[in-house]
């Protein structure tokens, strides 16, 4: 069975990086699979040439996926302890309050929606986020609305 596309332009990926004159990628190529052009390569063929350019130094996924797997990946950086909104945070906040008009419960409400049931932001992230949600609803004109009424029953 053939290779895939991501797989031939991993072998072409290959060559490129490792600086191979066509003469000595041609080489490799019957050396190591038999096959004139890495379009006849099979699976068996391709493994061979991709250990023969990981001898040479070329360090390309085998199955010709260029991303990362999930589990290959470093962790997301985390909330350190400690780390409290900044001052710049906390004035934008109330800049983006004072531009809404909403006072009160109305604040600790949307506060408690964005920030993990907190009343007010307690890390660097959570400010982040709160400061983008009041931000978009700056832009949407919740200024000029009226407050949501509550439904009957709830």
């Given at each position: 069975?053939?290779?895939?596309?991501?797989?031939?332009?991993?072998?072409?990926?290959?060559?490129?990086?490792?600086?191979?004159?066509?003469?000595?990628?041609?080489?490799?190529?019957?050396?190591?699979?038999?096959?004139?052009?890495?379009?006849?390569?099979?699976h068996?063929?391709?493994?061979?040439?991709?250990?023969?350019?990981?001898?040479?130094?070329?360090?390309?996924?085998?199955?010709?996926?260029?991303?990362?797997?999930?589990?290959?990946?470093?962790?997301a950086?985390?909330?350190?302890?400690?780390?409290?909104?900044?001052?710049?945070?906390?004035?934008?906040?109330?800049?983006?309050?004072?531009?809404?008009?909403?006072?009160g419960?109305?604040?600790?409400?949307?506060?408690?929606?964005?920030?993990?049931?907190?009343?007010?932001?307690?890390?660097?992230?959570?400010?982040?986020?709160?400061?983008?949600?009041?931000?978009?609803?700056?832009?949407?004109?919740?200024?000029?609305?009226?407050?949501?009424?509550?439904?009957?029953?709830?």
């Amino acid at each position: 069975m053939a290779i895939s596309r991501q797989q031939l332009a991993l072998i072409h990926v290959g060559k490129k990086s490792l600086h191979l004159d066509d003469e000595t990628y041609r080489d490799i190529l019957h050396v190591q699979a038999g096959v004139a052009t890495a379009k006849d390569l099979d699976h068996k063929g391709l493994e061979a040439v991709l250990a023969r350019f990981a001898e040479l130094g070329f360090a390309g996924r085998p199955d010709g996926n260029r991303r990362t797997p999930r589990s290959a990946r470093p962790p997301a950086p985390q909330d350190v302890t400690g780390e409290l909104p900044t001052p710049g945070q906390q004035g934008m906040i109330s800049h983006l309050w004072q531009d809404l008009g909403w006072r009160g419960e109305r604040r600790i409400e949307m506060t408690k929606r964005v920030c993990a049931g907190h009343a007010w932001p307690q890390t660097r992230t959570e400010a982040a986020a709160l400061i983008e949600a009041l931000k978009s609803m700056v832009r949407r004109g919740y200024d000029q609305r009226t407050p949501r009424r509550k439904r009957a029953g709830g």
